[in-house]
């Protein structure tokens, strides 16, 4: 009788209990026909979905707006002014500025909208916007404060420098910082010292920091206005 060689087994042990040889488990079948053309028609129906989302939003941009002559965009600057409507001033003096960019007059005006818009709301009136002592209104303010800095900055009269430093110091005033409005008037002072409006601005803020408890009397009892128009 021969011997097997080591590690061999007999058919009738490799096999199963049940008598029929044992296969191995199947690595991965193919997915069926239907499966994969299910899978395809998923994903062509969310390329189409996509496509049509990005169509839709890129239909609805605005298109720019046509320019308009100055005369009229100083007319509608007015009118927002007239009735305190700061959000329309805002936006009229921005597309004033657009168009006329080098325009110190346009660019403080856009400034003083922004404070104003900051300090007393969307409208004028006795009540106060939630702006007035939220981080949105902060934001407002150094936005005009920018604004009238760079008005300070473009090429201009020397009246039109003096009046965008004052505002800009008066800013200040309104946001409790005496200390960098007096840094901006004593500037005016040292370069126009025959710029009456800084005077009262500057005797006030002094008469401030000297006494804060005592209210000025005679020409310089006017405190700093809480509209810039």
């Known amino acids: 009788m021969k011997r097997k060689p080591p590690g061999t087994r007999s058919p009738r042990r490799a096999a199963g209990a049940c008598g029929r040889p044992l296969r191995r488990p199947a690595r ?21 979905s996509a496509w049509v989302v990005l169509h ?10 046509p320019a308009l002559p100055i005369p009229v965009l100083l007319d509608s600057v007015n009118a927002a002014e007239e009735e305190r409507d700061w959000p329309r001033a805002c936006f009229w003096f921005q597309r004033l500025v657009d168009a006329d960019p080098g325009n110190p007059t346009a660019l403080l005006g856009l400034g003083l909208a922004w404070h104003n818009r900051g300090w007393t709301g969307p409208r004028h009136g006795p009540e106060r916007s939630a702006t007035r002592t939220s981080l949105e209104r902060i934001a407002m303010n150094l936005r005009a404060l920018a604004l009238m800095d760079s008005a300070a900055r473009l090429p201009g009269t020397p009246e039109e420098w003096a009046s965008a430093r004052t505002w800009h110091g008066q800013t200040y005033e309104t946001l409790g910082l005496p200390l960098d409005a007096l840094q901006d008037y004593a500037e005016i002072s040292r370069r126009q010292p025959g710029y009456e409006p800084v005077r009262g601005r500057l005797a006030w803020v002094l008469q401030s920091l000297r006494d804060p408890l005592k209210r000025p009397t005679g020409a310089q009892a006017s405190p700093p206005d809480e509209e810039s128009r």
Request: glycine share 16%; no cysteine.
């Open 28 to 48: 991965g079948r193919p997915l069926p026909g239907r499966a994969v053309w299910l899978i395809l028609a998923v994903l062509l129906l969310g390329a189409g």
């Open 56 to 65: 839709r939003r890129a239909g609805t941009t605005r298109a720019p707006e």
